[in-house]
């Protein structure tokens, strides 16, 4: 068991420095290429921040942009997504392209990243001709008067609109460009120095005099700490490229193509009605439902937009589990059974545990939204249906050891949660013993129950001082 606690803790630190890696080489493939460094192309309303305007204003989608549409006679403010912060002291140039024949007065609203708001004076805009607003000329000022300063971390960034009721044009493209072209000219060392700063040495040189320093942090690092790091480096200056010292920036593979993808999905799934209709064997039938969701969460598809494939793969993998335990010879198992023995509550005892840590090494508790604490219920119950309702069941008859069969659902409960690496070794510790519960009452609700109320505890009161977050997958690098 200590190995597996140290394997995926090694796991998720170095899912974690290849994510750097990647993230870093496109960086600097945008700056090799010439593109600017941060640029959006909307299209549909979810495009923007919030998926809509801000004030009197619609969005609606095209094939070749966004049309934008004013509804009355205020100004209305489109919020440009940022996925962490953005420089404005070295890319201070935003270019906007239209489609249209309209005049509006336009205007930058951008945070400075400490909660100040700063406003551009309006412009006149010709719609449809190109707009190129220099902000080092446009001085921003925030709401008492007084100037602000262009930030190396700025937190956001939205065009305020002022047009005539009615007025509509397409939105192409919006990019920041840089100040000097020198700044996209820039190409780091293969490697760092061997006499190597500690990373607060690193963090505390970023004062803006390279637009793209590289920051490389220590080799033993886990997975939160060369995320914390990261954030951290952006915070102080949004150019910052990070990685780890033995994985320099690399030019990412390009992913596979849509249909090839989805030619995956469509395979899988007639696999699988294959299987339903003529089963295979407790190995065969368990590999195949276990597939689709570590295809979607181990296999990093989980991001701010699903994989669609791999969540479709993901549903067929549920419908197929949800069909094999229709036998009643292999459903050993009950939603709600013997409620009034004690076995029955042993579940629940890792509940006041999750409080008691937390009240040793985290916070205060945060308040927990119902609607929140439902949703999980569900999907806590989702998840020990799929791994002790289905799974456990044929791992015994496979391994033919109870205990055997434990540890390889905690297993697989903790890679489901890959790569957040805290996260994988608390929930492989909590499934032991659930599983072990489950193992003498075989009722899955109060399990469900546990988990559930285990985690939202654990996320009002560990996330921050002990646990980065509870994301999964691809979200877990936000």
């Not at 249209?100 to 006149?124: E, F, K, M, N, Y």
């Not at 195949?288 to 989980?302: C, D, E, H, R, T």
């Not at 297993?411 to 996260?423: D, E, S, Y």
């Not at 510790?429 to 988990?451: D, G, M, Q, T």
Request: proline share 9%.
């Amino acid at each position: 068991m200590i190995a597996l606690l140290l394997a995926f803790g090694l796991l998720a630190a170095e899912l974690t420095a290849i994510h750097l890696a990647n993230d870093a080489g496109r960086v600097l493939q945008t700056l090799q290429r010439g593109e600017p460094r941060w640029q959006w192309r909307p299209r549909v309303p979810r495009d923007l921040i919030a998926g809509r305007i801000f004030g009197d204003g619609d969005a609606r989608r095209t094939s070749d942009g966004l049309e934008i549409i004013s509804r009355g006679k205020d100004p209305f403010e489109l919020g440009l997504p940022i996925a962490q912060r953005l420089d404005l002291a070295h890319w201070p140039v935003l270019a906007v392209d239209s489609e249209g024949s309209a005049t509006a007065r336009v205007s930058i609203v951008w945070g400075d990243g400490h909660g100040t708001a700063c406003l551009t004076p309006a412009q006149a805009w010709q719609i449809g001709a190109p707009l190129r607003i220099d902000l080092r000329r446009q001085t921003g000022r925030d709401p008492a008067g007084r100037p602000c300063p262009l930030p190396l971390s700025a937190s956001m960034l939205r065009l305020r609109v002022d047009a005539p009721p009615g007025t509509s044009w397409i939105l192409r493209h919006v990019a920041l460009e840089a100040a000097d072209p020198a700044t996209d000219e820039w190409t780091p060392p293969a490697f760092p120095s061997p006499s190597l700063p500690s990373p607060t040495a690193q963090l505390a040189a970023l004062t803006g005099q390279t637009a793209s320093p590289l920051i490389w942090l220590p080799v033993n690092a886990s997975a939160e700490e060369l995320l914390t790091w990261r954030d951290e480096a952006v915070r102080r200056q949004a150019g910052a490229i990070v990685v780890r010292a033995d994985l320099p920036p690399r030019t990412p593979r390009p992913g596979l193509p849509g249909w090839l993808t989805w030619l995956a999905c469509g395979t899988y799934a007639a696999a699988l009605l294959h299987l339903a209709w003529r089963p295979r064997g407790d190995l065969i039938a368990l590999a195949a439902a276990l597939a689709g969701p570590l295809w979607l969460l181990a296999g990093l598809q989980w991001g701010g937009r699903a994989s669609w494939p791999a969540a479709a793969a993901f549903a067929s993998a549920l419908a197929f589990a949800a069909w094999s335990t229709r036998d009643k010879g292999l459903r050993q198992w009950c939603w709600l059974g013997r409620w009034k023995s004690a076995m029955w509550w042993a579940p629940l005892l890792l509940v006041p545990v999750a409080v008691a840590v937390g009240q040793l090494w985290g916070h205060p508790m945060e308040p927990v939204k119902p609607g929140r604490a439902v949703i999980y219920l569900g999907w806590a119950g989702m998840q020990q249906w799929l791994l002790l309702g289905f799974a456990l069941p044929r791992l015994e008859r496979i391994l033919r050891s109870g205990p055997w069969a434990v540890l390889v659902v905690a297993a697989l409960f903790a890679l489901m949660h890959t790569p957040n690496g805290m996260l994988m070794q608390l929930c492989l510790l909590s499934e032991l013993f659930w599983a072990a519960c489950f193992l003498r009452n075989r009722s899955l609700l109060p399990v469900a129950i546990a988990h559930a109320a285990s985690a939202l505890i654990v996320g009002a009161m560990l996330v921050g001082p002990m646990l980065r977050s509870l994301e999964v997958s691809a979200r877990f690098f936000s």
